[in-house]
């Protein structure tokens, strides 16, 4: 079992920038496969980055040339920066691991962002 906590959501206008953190617990983060997804109002969850246990990583066209993110295996957590936030990138953002060579995956409970003036 992995326990996730997401923290450094918040309000911002547009243009600006947040970056996420996701905490996990367990002694074998490093072996997971990450993610953020995203959940609009009214609109299903959405892939936003992931990251390989092995560092590699892949965006949604969305969000490409603003979005990073990266992992620091040493103190288990997984980093979303969000730059030239958008209104359209408003929503509850959640981090998700996959563990390793099993189908299980684990949901933290999520953080708002909202992007406004």
């Known amino acids: 079992q992995v326990q996730l906590v997401e923290s450094g959501g918040g309000l911002v206008q547009p243009g600006g920038s947040l970056r996420l953190s996701c905490a996990a617990s367990?002694?074998?983060?490093?072996?997971?496969?990450m993610g953020w997804y995203r959940q609009a109002p009214g609109k299903q969850r959405e892939l936003v980055a992931a990251?390989?246990?092995?560092?590699?990583?892949n965006y949604a066209d969305s969000v490409k040339g603003r979005f990073t993110i990266s992992r620091d295996n040493a103190k288990n957590t997984v980093y979303l920066q969000m730059n030239s936030l958008k209104p359209e990138d408003t929503a509850v953002y959640y981090c998700?691991?996959?563990?390793?060579?099993?189908?299980?995956?684990?949901w933290g409970q999520g953080t708002q962002v909202t992007v406004s003036a």
């Open positions: 990251i390989t246990s092995g560092g590699g990583t």
């Open positions: 367990g002694s074998i983060f490093r072996l997971y496969a």
């Open positions: 998700k691991a996959n563990r390793p060579y099993t189908s299980a995956a684990y």
